[in-house]
């Protein structure tokens, strides 16, 4: 299945973060291969019927984070992953991650129990080989 | 040679004795998809006309592509396309006579710019220009518009009346002329939705007075919206003291939903003050931020500016 995004327009979140958090989560669900170049600013522009300075900063920011980047002449691809942030800071996001995870199954009236199992189910339909990709080995410092 | 594709340095109108466009200054960059925004009869079509020599300003200046509004020269209106809100055609014209009645003003003309967007509106080239729906007369102007390819591009309300199938075709055709890096949009338009598709930046004319000109994403970072709640009918007040920033506030049974620009700490603490037991931010989208930016109750101070400041534009990737 390639990279397949869809925005919004009209939503709370800015359509350089759909397109931020679209990426990362067809990346870390295996969607998009390793090898697999990601279209380039102006075709994803095009077919998203977006400004390409939208697309050009949301890939820059994904290199910036690490999970993208760029191959001089050949375009973006899925980064080799070498870990760019400190343990700290990689502590620090997740735990942002899951505290907004666990209110909003709080607001939604879901129990722990059910969270915890939704959680599980999403960990499954990860690529695992994905998932036990050196993430938190190499460049960290 | 300048870095703005349209200067104005406090633009001002009056029709009879009425001040339809009030000291506009602003900055529009070279290479920017450019949103001009603003209820109706709040002046852009005035500014346009100033902009583009049309129509002398009471006070102020503006150039276009660095040079005096007053005084372009044939040259420097060849490069700059302008499509009025009216369409003004030759109705006895075919499609394609239109085309080859108006390459003979251009110096450069652009034959396969022309036919594909009349292609892409699905335009007969033998169709008399005075048969043509809204949306296709729309498609027609355009192309004629884009065909001696223009450094600067000024479209004056292109997406009113049009289906929305034309829309979409007028959204593609826009992204299409980015593909000139220099190239500069400046567009009005009411549809939001479009706008937050393809515009780097914004401003906002509000009753002839510009309010915001700044990009999409300063704007949509500046204005906030929270619910204060009450713990009761009892202690929530019945009106909302002066906050700084405050656009918008309306009172539900024990809560208070208030937008704001550009909050600051101060901001949160006059609600806290008030005896709110929690503050909330809720999320604001663009057109909630845009009604919350023009309503009638809020203040009417503010100018957010980071044209000057921008960022890189066209980062190739």
Same mark, same amino acid.
């Given at each position: ?8 327009? !009209?939503?709370?979140? =800015? ?9 990362? %989560? ?29 697309? %050009?900063? %949301? &890939? ?9 980047? =760029?191959?001089?002449?050949? !375009? ?8 760019? &942030?400190?343990? /700290? ?48 080995? !190499?460049?960290? /410092? | ?22 000291? @506009? ?17 709040? #002046? ?9 020599? @049309? ?38 014209? $075919? ?42 007369? +729309? ?49 009005? $338009? ?70 704001? +620009? ?12 008030? #005896? ?42």
């Amino acid at each position: 299945m390639p990279l397949t995004i869809s925005i919004l327009t !009209g939503s709370t979140l =800015s359509i350089h973060r759909q397109i931020v958090e679209q990426v990362c %989560a067809a990346v870390f669900s295996g969607r998009v291969k390793d090898d697999e170049p990601l279209p380039s600013v102006r075709a994803l522009a095009e077919q998203l019927v977006i400004n390409p300075n939208t697309v %050009a900063r %949301a &890939y820059a920011e994904l290199a910036r984070e690490g999970v993208l980047e =760029s191959r001089p002449g050949k !375009g973006m691809f899925v980064s080799q992953r070498r870990q760019i &942030y400190s343990a /700290r800071e990689r502590a620090r996001r997740m735990d942002q991650a899951v505290a907004s995870l666990v209110s909003e199954g709080f607001m939604l009236g879901f129990s722990p129990d059910e969270v915890i199992e939704m959680v599980a189910a999403k960990m499954r339909h990860a690529d695992s080989r994905k998932w036990s990709n050196p993430f938190h080995k !190499g460049g960290a /410092r | 040679m300048t870095s703005a594709a349209i200067e104005a340095n406090g633009l001002t109108a009056y029709f009879g004795s009425r001040k339809v466009v009030d000291e @506009l200054t602003m900055v529009v960059p070279r290479g920017s998809v450019f949103a001009f925004l603003g209820r109706n009869g709040s #002046g852009k079509t005035t500014t346009i006309r100033m902009l583009l020599g @049309l129509l002398e300003p009471a006070r102020g200046t503006s150039s276009v592509l660095g040079v005096d509004s007053k005084h372009l020269s044939d040259d420097v209106r060849a490069r700059v396309g302008y499509m009025s809100e009216s369409h003004s055609l030759y109705e006895w014209m $075919s499609v394609r006579q239109c085309g080859e009645f108006q390459s003979r003003f251009y110096s450069r003309w652009n034959g396969r710019v022309f036919d594909s967007i009349v292609g892409h509106f699905h335009l007969d080239p033998r169709a008399k220009a005075g048969q043509l729906s809204r949306g296709e007369r +729309a498609g027609l102007s355009l192309a004629i518009t884009l065909a001696p390819e223009p450094d600067l591009l000024i479209l004056d309300d292109p997406a009113i009346g049009l289906d929305p199938v034309a829309r979409r075709s007028l959204l593609e055709s826009m992204i299409y002329v980015t593909r000139g890096a220099d190239r500069t949009i400046f567009f009005s $338009s009411h549809l939001l939705d479009d706008v937050e598709r393809v515009a780097d930046y914004i401003a906002i004319l509000d009753r002839s007075v510009l309010r915001a000109c700044c990009s999409v994403d300063t704007f949509r970072a500046s204005v906030h919206r929270y619910a204060a709640h009450f713990g009761s009918a009892s202690t929530i007040p019945s009106q909302l003291p002066p906050i700084r920033g405050l656009l918008h506030g309306r009172r539900s049974a024990n809560d208070w939903l208030v937008t704001i +620009a550009a909050p600051s700490n101060d901001t949160l603490e006059s609600l806290r003050v008030l #005896g709110a037991a929690s503050v909330e931010e809720l999320p604001v989208d663009f057109t909630d931020a845009m009604i919350g930016y023009l309503g009638d109750r809020g203040e009417h101070a503010f100018f957010l500016d980071d044209t000057a400041a921008r960022d890189s534009f066209g980062v190739s990737v």
